[in-house]
C-alpha cells in the first residue's frame, strides 16, 4: 500500500481543535468512564478590594490542577500563600479529588510547596534555559 501524503497545518483552526479533542474524551472515557474538567479559580482581595493574589486552574481525572498562583509582592511572606494553598486542598477535597498537582520554577517558589507537604515527582532541567521546572503534588490522606 503506498504512503498517504499529509498536508500540515501550524495555526489555529478550531473545528480541527474541537475534533482532536472529542476524539481523545471519547479515547479517555474508553479506558477510565467520564470525567468532566471544572475549573477552578481562587482571589484574594485587599479592603479596597483590590486582587493581590489569587490563584487557578482545574480539576478533573481525580485531582486538582494549579495552573498559576501568584501574589503581590508586599503579600509574600505574611501567610496569604499558604491560606490560599489551605483554601485549594479544601476545594480539591470537596470536590473530591485525590491529591493536587503543580509545577513552579527554581526561581519561584518550590521550598514553599514541599514546607506545606508537596512531593516532588520530578525535574525538567534547563526549562528555562539555566532554570528547573519541578513537578509536585500532594496526596490527601484517606
Known amino acids: 500500500m503506498k504512503d498517504q501524503p499529509y498536508r500540515y497545518n501550524l495555526g489555529a483552526d478550531s473545528e480541527a481543535r474541537d475534533l482532536v479533542l472529542q476524539g481523545l474524551e471519547r479515547f479517555n472515557i474508553q479506558h477510565v468512564g467520564a470525567m468532566a474538567y ?3 479559580q481562587l482571589y484574594a482581595r485587599n479592603a479596597q478590594d483590590e486582587v493581590v493574589g489569587g490563584m487557578f486552574g482545574h480539576s478533573g481525572m481525580g485531582w486538582l490542577y494549579i495552573d498559576y498562583l501568584w501574589l503581590r509582592d508586599e503579600q509574600r511572606s505574611k501567610g496569604l500563600g499558604r491560606q490560599l494553598l489551605k483554601l485549594a486542598e479544601e476545594q ?6 485525590t491529591g ?3 509545577y513552579t520554577y ?3 517558589a518550590p521550598g514553599f510547596y514541599q514546607k506545606h507537604g508537596y512531593q516532588l515527582m520530578g525535574v525538567l532541567e534547563d526549562c528555562p534555559p539555566g532554570y528547573q521546572r519541578y513537578y509536585l503534588k500532594k496526596v490527601f490522606e484517606q
Open 100 to 102: 493536587v498537582f503543580l
Open 92 to 97: 480539591a477535597q470537596a470536590r473530591g479529588c
Open 38 to 40: 471544572e475549573d477552578f
Open 106 to 108: 527554581s526561581f519561584q
